[in-house]
């Protein structure tokens, strides 16, 4: 059971001010859930599920000692974000935050040039964990990482994958990065190209990469189409996606 | 201006049902309506924009003879189903019924069984116009075609692959088809495997391919991961893409 005052405290973290301000966020779900229960219980602050989720892993539950509040089905509905909600809801504290530091030279990396969907964020998580990629970085203008959409989207890839803020003349700096790949649509052909361990650069789903940034990149690729092609370019995660496939392919 | 009527009329398109009543759909945006009124003017049967849009494109409009009505911003937040609402809105007729021929033995496509996110589809299209895919198969239960958010995604893409929803069983009946590759989680490697024209079988986003379609996959296929990976899957659009970018890289 809930008060009125929890219930506000915690929609409250619906909103992205709220959330950095507390230095927490919203994660739900049971596949989301069960994933910090078992791998990153310390960052959970506060727990509400239904008695169902509470008997199906009242194990789980009692080994981490997790603040666990029972809520009806239609109290879970005041606090989620989600459609249909489903059994738990948890309030987490933010993660530590990465350093810029990723070996280049050894493993290819995205920086995400104002990508503004959460979906695609939470999408680009996953294929990053997916591809063995560590640690993700984007603008400072780049979606939230802590929007509930991405968490929800990442399908808990957002606990393995580190994302880091910054600019992408400071990350180049930082790491002497000499490779700097922009997904373009006048570039070399990705099929053809002999691909390096490096950087690539994903532009904004409706503008590119920015003027500022794409003079920063040195080795700008296209993915092929089909001749005869009309349609414009593809979603920014999907182009990104199919980049990684065949750095990946060609690197391991 | 719009009437009462016009609005009500208008927003009863925002819902699945009445849609199937009339017949028509609704799109957005001034990148869909100009490639709209460029290359199918004939599928447009109501368009309701702003004067500056109308200023923009007149030639256009006149060329067409579009029934154009001038709408003020306030006016086009009621009736869209965007955020932030563009300039442009247009009611269309039902594009012409595909049928289910595809000439499986010199190209690939796709069969997306219960993809349910309107996103996820809207991008597939994107996906399949840029690979030169003419045609995409859906089982009955995928997101509906005409949805706004499909449409939406689809950039324009939607005017372009034609759509057929069947079952498996009927599409590899009617084609012959003799290669039904499927993505799974336990099949050969996708980047070793020699790849020939032939059907893909995507799954539901939470559930993957049903079991009665399963049993007509005879080439199961599997991105492979990095080691030590522990997301586990990718999220289906995005599996369907470096799929078909494979593919595309192999066959071309």
Redesign the interface.
């Given at each position: 059971m809930l008060s009125k005052n929890q219930v506000s405290e915690i929609r409250a973290l619906h909103q992205k001010k709220q959330r950095e301000l507390k230095r927490q966020f919203i994660a739900e779900g049971v596949k989301t859930i069960l994933e910090l229960l078992t791998h990153y219980p310390q960052l959970i602050s506060g727990l509400y599920g239904t008695d169902e989720f509470a008997d199906q892993h009242a194990k789980l539950l009692k080994a981490n000692s997790i603040p666990f509040t029972s809520i009806r089905p239609s109290e879970l509905e005041r606090i989620s974000l989600l459609e249909k909600p489903n059994q738990v809801f948890a309030v987490c504290n933010y993660l530590n935050e990465p350093n810029l530091k990723f070996n280049f030279e050894s493993h290819f990396s995205l920086y995400l040039d104002e990508i503004r969907d959460p979906?695609n964020l939470g999408?680009l998580l996953?294929?990053a964990?997916?591809?063995?990629i560590s640690k993700l970085f984007c603008s400072e203008g780049t979606c939230e990482f802590y929007n509930p959409k991405v968490i929800q989207?990442s399908?808990?890839?957002f606990l393995?994958v580190e994302v880091v803020y910054t600019s992408l003349t400071r990350l180049i700096s930082e790491n002497n990065i000499t490779t700097v790949y922009g997904a373009l649509l006048n570039g070399a052909n990705l099929?053809r190209e002999k691909l390096q361990p490096g950087l690539i650069v994903i532009g904004n789903e409706a503008n590119g990469i920015s003027s500022e940034n794409l003079s920063l990149v040195n080795r700008p690729i296209t993915?092929?189409?089909?001749?005869?092609?009309?349609?414009?370019?593809?979603?920014a995660?999907?182009a990104a996606?199919?980049i990684c496939?065949?750095f990946?392919?060609q690197l391991?």
């Amino acid at each position: 059971m809930l008060s009125k005052n929890q219930v506000s405290e915690i929609r409250a973290l619906h909103q992205k001010k709220q959330r950095e301000l507390k230095r927490q966020f919203i994660a739900e779900g049971v596949k989301t859930i069960l994933e910090l229960l078992t791998h990153y219980p310390q960052l959970i602050s506060g727990l509400y599920g239904t008695d169902e989720f509470a008997d199906q892993h009242a194990k789980l539950l009692k080994a981490n000692s997790i603040p666990f509040t029972s809520i009806r089905p239609s109290e879970l509905e005041r606090i989620s974000l989600l459609e249909k909600p489903n059994q738990v809801f948890a309030v987490c504290n933010y993660l530590n935050e990465p350093n810029l530091k990723f070996n280049f030279e050894s493993h290819f990396s995205l920086y995400l040039d104002e990508i503004r969907d959460p979906g695609n964020l939470g999408t680009l998580l996953r294929l990053a964990d997916w591809y063995g990629i560590s640690k993700l970085f984007c603008s400072e203008g780049t979606c939230e990482f802590y929007n509930p959409k991405v968490i929800q989207a990442s399908m808990g890839a957002f606990l393995r994958v580190e994302v880091v803020y910054t600019s992408l003349t400071r990350l180049i700096s930082e790491n002497n990065i000499t490779t700097v790949y922009g997904a373009l649509l006048n570039g070399a052909n990705l099929y053809r190209e002999k691909l390096q361990p490096g950087l690539i650069v994903i532009g904004n789903e409706a503008n590119g990469i920015s003027s500022e940034n794409l003079s920063l990149v040195n080795r700008p690729i296209t993915i092929p189409a089909a001749p005869g092609n009309k349609t414009e370019s593809l979603n920014a995660a999907m182009a990104a996606g199919i980049i990684c496939s065949e750095f990946f392919r060609q690197l391991q």
